[in-house]
């Protein structure tokens, strides 16, 4: 007897997290349930592409045509912004900006596509009654289309899913915990600025000297350890008055109480 490698094919559903810096929903809608479509951006290089082009449905001579093309869109600024905080900021080569939309065509606006892509299988889904719509899947990039096909769900329900931590009545992506939060993050904030700055001054003493009295034998009015000083006054009388302190007062302990309130 011997061992023979076998699959199990494994009918789970699948769930793919998606960036929100990508994502971008129909913005007249209020509720998710009322896109009429939704785009998500996929940042791609050749290696990405060449992967894409190994997925059913692709069009292989659209994705060859492509890739004999340099990438054309500039990355977004705000992964650039992420790089210089995380590390020394080196600019990113360029990608490919890979569209996937999600919604409905018109009736002739898909009839045009499949006719040009041979898609005929579609063309009998055609219907040019308002009443009727056809939720599609297209991926495209600089220009070319990558894929074409139906809605994947009989239900016709988007693939998107948003969470809201707090919903927003004027907008499907609602409140989350950083802007919630802001307020108290604002007095954290201006609590530890003042905790820094009254460290720095209650570290040591403010010094007040009388020229008329004493002068530094180097001609430099800074205070160092071991320095000379020459007085000016005979026997050296007054001397007592050469110098006085003053101590700024600490504030740690009051400080940091509105720092626990903010937390």
Known sequence: EGYQLGGIPDSRPEFVWVDPWNYFPDMNARRKDECEFEFERHLLNKKGLRKLAKEPGFIIDAVREVMMAEPRDAIPDYIQQVRSIVNDGQSLDPMYLVWEYHGSLEGEELRALCECLDKEEYLEDIDDDPLKEVPVVIWFCQGKVLKVGLHSLDSQESL????????????????????????????????????????????????????????????????????????????????????????????????????????
């Open 160 to 263: 998107y899913s948003v969470f809201n931590l707090e919903k927003d009545d004027s907008s499907i992506f609602g409140f989350g915990v950083p802007y919630m939060m802001r307020d108290s993050q604002k007095s954290l904030n201006s609590a530890w600025r003042m905790i820094m700055d009254n460290s720095a001054l209650s570290t040591g003493p403010q010094v007040v000297v009388n020229r008329d009295i004493i002068e530094p034998m180097d001609g430099d009015w800074n205070l160092t350890p071991r320095k000379i000083w020459f007085a000016k006054l005979r026997n050296g009388q007054g001397l007592d008055h050469a110098f006085k302190t003053y101590s700024i007062n600490s504030h740690q302990e009051e400080l940091l109480q509105v720092i626990n309130v903010a937390k």
